[in-house]
C-alpha cells in the first residue's frame, strides 16, 4: 500500500530534550515536506527536500532540522524543544511530476511542557 | 504575496444539501489551484485539482475556478454525513516548485453535514 508513515503519532515531552519525529514514503517520491498545523494559523511548511541531499527552508523553520540522506526518509528534529513548538505536525510526499498532489502522513500530536 | 483566505466555519447544513466552499486569492501568478479534504485525526488527502479557469467535475463534486475575480469554490451535492470535515483549498504557481513556489494553503473550513 502507497503510504507516508510518521512516528511516533503522539509524544509529550519536556522543554529542551531533543526529539527525532520519523517520517518515511514508499512511493519514490523526490519531494517531502514537513508542515505544522495550529488552530486559527492552518497548515505551515517548516522545510521541505526536493531530492536526496538538497533540503530548504519553508515558512516556519525557527527551532527546526532536517536531513535527507535517503529517499525514502526525511525526519523532523527538535533540538531543543520549546511549549510553543507544541503543534500537530504532518510529514508529506509528492512524485517528480507534479509537487502539488502531495500525499500526507497521519500527523504526529506533539506537546512540549 | 502568499495570502489565500478562507472561512473557518464551521458551515453547518442538513444531509442532502448542496455546499459551496469558497477561497479567494491574492496572487495572479496562481495557476493550480486544489482542494484537499482533511477528516479529524487524519492528514489531508487531495480531493479535487484544477488547472487555470473553468470548472471540474468528479462525482458529487464540482470544483470552479474564476481566475479573473480570484475566486475558487467547491461544490458538493447530496451531502452525506461522510462529507464532513475539514476542506482545504491550496493553489501555486507552478507543479514543481518548492518553498515560495509551492504549495499555499487556506486556513480551512469545517464542514458539518447534519443526519
Not at chain 1, 102 to 109: A, E, K, L, N, V
Request: proline content about 6%.
Amino acid at each position: 500500500e502507497a503510504q507516508v508513515t510518521q512516528n511516533p503519532r503522539y509524544l509529550i515531552t519536556v522543554t529542551g530534550k531533543k526529539l527525532t519525529v520519523t517520517c518515511s514514503q514508499n512511493m519514490n517520491h523526490e519531494y517531502m515536506s514537513w508542515y505544522r498545523q495550529d488552530p486559527g494559523l492552518g497548515l505551515r511548511q517548516i522545510y521541505y527536500s526536493m531530492n536526496v541531499e538538497v533540503t530548504d527552508k519553508g515558512d516556519v523553520p525557527e527551532g527546526y532540522k532536517v536531513s535527507r540522506k535517503e529517499k525514502r526518509n526525511f525526519p523532523l528534529i527538535l533540538e531543543s524543544p520549546s511549549p510553543n513548538q507544541t503543534s500537530l505536525y504532518f510529514c508529506a510526499s509528492a512524485g517528480t511530476r507534479d509537487y502539488n498532489e502531495q500525499f500526507f502522513g497521519p500527523g504526529t500530536r506533539l506537546t512540549v511542557l | 504575496q502568499k495570502e489565500v483566505e478562507q472561512d473557518p466555519g464551521p458551515l453547518s447544513v442538513p444531509e442532502g444539501a448542496i455546499v459551496s466552499l469558497n477561497c479567494t486569492y491574492s496572487n495572479s501568478a496562481f495557476q493550480y489551484f486544489m482542494w484537499y479534504r482533511q477528516y479529524s485525526r487524519k492528514g489531508p488527502e487531495l480531493l479535487m485539482y484544477t488547472y487555470s479557469s473553468g470548472n471540474k467535475e468528479d462525482g458529487r463534486f464540482t470544483a470552479q475556478v474564476d481566475k479573473s475575480s480570484k475566486y475558487i469554490s467547491l461544490f458538493i451535492r447530496d451531502s452525506q454525513p461522510s462529507d464532513s470535515a475539514t476542506y482545504l483549498c491550496a493553489m501555486s504557481a507552478t507543479r514543481n516548485g518548492g518553498g515560495a513556489d509551492g504549495l499555499t494553503f487556506g486556513k480551512g473550513t469545517h464542514l458539518i453535514i447534519q443526519p
